[in-house]
C-alpha cells in the first residue's frame, strides 16, 4: 500500500478529521487505489516545466482604501454556533 | 402551452406584450414544482413567498417601464450560490443552518435585472461529485429515467431546467458539474472562461478552477442568462478585467469561417457507442453548415484525471479548512477542547466524499509529498495549457462528448471513487486550462436518455461557442422523447 495506516492518521489529524477504525481501513484502500492511478504522471518528464497555479497571472488586486459599510454585530454573530451577544463563544483554550 | 414551458426568450415577450403576468409565470412554475418535485428532488428549498413578492414587484416595474432583462422569470439557483436571508446548505450537514447575510454577486445581478428566485436546487456536497447523490437533503432523479442520476454536482439545477419547474438556473463548474448534469439531462450548460463570471458568494471547493455558469433550455436563453451574470466585479480578486459583449449578438451568425477541431484523444476506447454516434452526427451538421473540419490532438488528456484530483482536492483541503465549528455552520457541542470541537465538528459533520478529498489535498500538500504531488501536477497543467493553445492556433472550437456514457443507474458508482472520478476526464481539461466549454443536446439514446455534445473555445470566446450551438440547436432533429415523470 502507498499510504500506511500512520501515515493516513497523520494525514487526518493534519486535516482536523478523526476517522473511526472501518473508515481508517476503508479509506486508506480507496487512497491508494488513487494514489497509485495519480503515479501515471511520473510518466512525464516535466523537469524545468513551470508549474501553472492561476490560469491568467494574477497580480494583486488593490482597491482603494476606503471605508465602506461592515457587516453589523448581530448579523455577524446570526450565525454562530455559540455566542454571549457580543463575541464567538468557544471551549476554553488555555 | 402552460406558461412553465415557455423558454426564457418567450416568456419575456408575452409578458411584454402583457399576455402574460410575472406572477402568473411564476405561480405556474411553483405548481409544477409541487407536481413533479416530490420525485424528482431537484429542490433542497422552495421560497414560494419570497418568489411571488419578487414577480410581483417585477409586474409593477414592468408596468413602469422598468423592468429589467429577466424581468418577472423564475429561476433556480445552486446552493452553493449565497443568497440573503435564505440558507445556502451545499449539500452539507456542516451548513444545514447556515443564512447567509449577503447575495453572492451573480445572484445580486439575477435580482438586479429582476429575475425571480424559487428556490435553492440540490448538489453533490460542497459541489464534489458527478452524480449528486453525495447531496444530504435527498438525490435529484434524472427526469428521463427514474432511477437514473441527474449528474453533478449541478444535478438539481439540470433537472429543474429539464423537468420544466423553472426556466434557467444557476450551477457552478470545477471539473464539469454544469456541462455533465446538463448533457445527462438534456439541456444547454455553458462553463465561461475563468474570471469572466464573478466568484464572490460562491462556496469556494477549488478556487483556481470554479466558475458559475447557466443551464437552460435553448441556447438563446443561455446567451440571455451569459449577458447577465459576465463582467468583472472587484469583490472577486480573480475577476478579469474584460467588457461583456451582447452574447445574443452571436447567435445566428451561421458558421461562416469556423474552423472545428475534432480531439483524437476524446474519441478513445470506453466512449459509448451511441454517444459517439450522437457526436459524429453532430460534426456532420457541422461539416453541412460550412465549417471547416480539422483532427486535433490533445496529447495530454489521459494525465487530466490525475491532475484535477491532487489540484482541485489540495485546494479544497484548504478551501474547506474553514469549516471548524468556531463562527458558523455545524458544531459539535459535545467536545470539551478547542481541538476536539474540530475534530468532532469536521468528523460529524463532512460526508465521506468530501473526506476524501480533504485527505488526499492534505497529503499532496503535505511535506515530503509537495514535490511528488502538487508541483508535479501543477507541471503537468502547464503542458495541458500547452496542448489547447497549439489547437486553438488550428482551430476555433472543439467538439466532443461531455461524458463517455450517457446516466447511469443511481448507486452504480458510489463503491468506487476512482471509477467516478474517471467519468469526468472529458470535462476536466476546460477548468484546468481555464478555457469556455459547453454542453449542447445532440440527441437520445435508443433507451430515451439524453446525450449532449461539448463545445470548448479559447479564453473569452464563447461567443463562437454560442454561434456554433445555435446552429446545432437548430439543425439537429431531437426527435421527441417524453419526459419519464
Known sequence: ?94 | MKPYELTIAQAMEKMATGELTAVELTESCLGRIEEVDKKLRAFIRIDSEGALNQALRADKKRSEGRGGSLCGIPLSVKDLLCTKNLKTTCGSKVLENYIPPYDATVVEKIKKEDGVILGKVAMDEFAMGSTSETCVFGIPQNPYRKGHIAGGSSGGSAVSVASLECLGSLGSDTGGSVRQPASLCGVVGMKPTYGRVSRYGLTAFASSLDQVGPLSRDVTDCAILMNVVSGYDGKDSTSVQKSTPDFTLSLKKGLDGIRVGIPDEYFDRGLDQEVEQVVQNGIEVLREGGAEIVTISLPHTEYCVAVYYIIASSEASSNLARYDGALYGYRDLQADSLIDMYKQTRSKGFGAEVKRRILIGTYALSSGYYDAYYKKASQVRTLILGDYKEAFEKCDILVSPVTPTPAWRIGEKSADPLAMYLSDILTISANLAGIPGMSVPGGFTRDGLPVGIQLQGNHFREEKLIQTAFHLEQEINLGKVELDI
Open chain 1, 1 to 94: 500500500m502507498k499510504i500506511t495506516q500512520k501515515e493516513l492518521q497523520h494525514v487526518a489529524h493534519l486535516a482536523r478529521l478523526t476517522l473511526s477504525d472501518e473508515e481508517l481501513v476503508a479509506m486508506r484502500g480507496q487512497l491508494d487505489n488513487i494514489l497509485s492511478y495519480i503515479d501515471k504522471l511520473g510518466e512525464l518528464d516535466t523537469s524545468g516545466i513551470k508549474p501553472t497555479t492561476h490560469v491568467f497571472s494574477v497580480n494583486n488586486a488593490f482597491r482603494e482604501d476606503k471605508v465602506t459599510e461592515s457587516l453589523p454585530r448581530d448579523k455577524s454573530l446570526a450565525n454562530a454556533p455559540q455566542h454571549n451577544g457580543e463575541s464567538f463563544q468557544v471551549p476554553k483554550i488555555i
